[in-house]
């Protein structure tokens, strides 16, 4: 599986992004998928996750209520809504696939099979 992650960019405090992470290679159906994100000199940190139904989503209490992840399997895409988004956002942002036979989320970075190639979200204050 190739994952492409785009839909960074600069925004001000309190602005909004979609960030996108689509598949090829093969079907994303089977597979949980989740955003990272990796500010400089800190490490990656678990963002938000969803199943591979899209039914079972799970977030960092700091985006909590502020991101939203989604899936939409015709596209073989999973998408990341990010509102209301503040300076402490700004960090390389990765989408990270699991090939799973569990209908469920996982937020442990180690355990992922395929990674994206990032995409910077820098937001100012």
């Known amino acids: 599986v190739q994952l492409q992650a785009c839909g960074g960019g600069l925004v001000q405090a309190g602005g909004s992004l979609r960030l996108s992470c689509a598949a090829s290679g093969r079907s994303f159906s089977s597979y949980a998928i989740a955003w990272f994100r990796q500010a400089p000199g800190k490490e990656r940190d678990f963002v938000a996750a969803v199943s591979w139904s899209g039914s079972i989503t799970h977030y960092a209490d700091s985006v909590k209520g502020r991101f939203t992840i989604s899936r939409d399997k015709r596209k073989n895409t999973v998408y990341l809504q990010m509102n209301n988004l503040r300076p402490e956002d700004t960090a390389v942002y990765y989408c990270?696939?699991?090939?799973?036979?569990?209908?469920?989320?996982?937020?442990?970075?180690?355990?992922?099979?395929?990674w994206g190639q990032g995409t910077q979200v820098t937001v100012s204050s």
């Open positions: 990270a696939a699991k090939s799973t036979s569990r209908d469920t989320y996982y937020n442990d970075a180690r355990g992922y099979d395929y």
